[in-house]
């Protein structure tokens, strides 16, 4: 007994289904190619590049800034203006 023969409806068959794969893996890749340069690219570019850089700097300013105003303000001498040593009273507290 032989195999189908290359004109028989098996063989067509085999024949379309095999350049049919290969013109969808076809298509496959370039889709998968423009998807690429077209989204992820410029997707990794927006994750990588310079406004995320920006941001990160903004972050450490503003946490310095944080600190800062946290931070207790350093005490002052009484030497100027309205001090105790002045007026023996504080700022305000004259009496009428």
Sequence with gaps: MEGPGVG????????QYGATRSQVERERDNTNRIFGTQVADPLQAM????PLEDARQLIDSWSTADKQVQSPPPRRRGSGYG???ENGA???????
């Design 8 to 15: 028989s409806p098996l063989a067509r068959a085999a024949m």
């Design 47 to 50: 994750v990588t590049g310079a």
């Design 83 to 85: 001090s105790r040593h």
């Design 90 to 96: 504080k700022q305000g507290d004259s009496k009428i």
